[in-house]
């Protein structure tokens, strides 16, 4: 199983940012799209951003423009830079890998485990 370790999480005022970072444990597995995710309590978790194994990415409409995702495809590793923060950004965010254990096999979904984003003054 792939393991995806976040980091970057906190409180900042609106208009600040903030930069979240996940690892993937990954020597044995092909990591293919990772993205952020967030969840506001008693509502479905939503799409913020993906990056896919060649570079493409997309994003919600209601972040579009200030958050940006990248990744460091040698490390697995994926970015998410969130600028001009609002307080309806607040919500945990977690990060998403979709792998397999080789390019014929299923593929899986790993989950962080949530790095809590507040936007408050």
């Known amino acids: 199983q792939v393991q995806l370790v976040e980091s970057g999480g906190g409180l900042v005022q609106p208009g600040g940012s903030l930069r979240l970072s996940c690892a993937a444990s990954?020597?044995?597995?092909?990591?293919?799209?990772m993205a952020w995710y967030r969840q506001v309590p008693e509502t479905q978790r939503e799409l913020v951003a993906a990056?896919?194994?060649?570079?493409?990415?997309n994003y919600a409409s209601s972040v579009s423009g200030r958050f940006t995702i990248s990744r460091d495809r040698s490390r697995d590793t994926v970015h998410l830079q969130m600028n001009s923060l609002k307080p309806e950004d607040t919500a945990i965010y977690y990060c998403?890998?979709?792998?397999?254990?080789?390019?014929?096999?299923?593929?899986?979904?790993?989950w962080g485990q949530g790095t809590q984003v507040t936007v408050s003054s």
């Open positions: 990056v896919t194994r060649a570079g493409f990415t």
């Open positions: 998403n890998a979709e792998f397999a254990t080789s390019a014929l096999s299923p593929r899986n979904d790993a």
């Open positions: 990954s020597s044995n597995f092909i990591i293919y799209t």
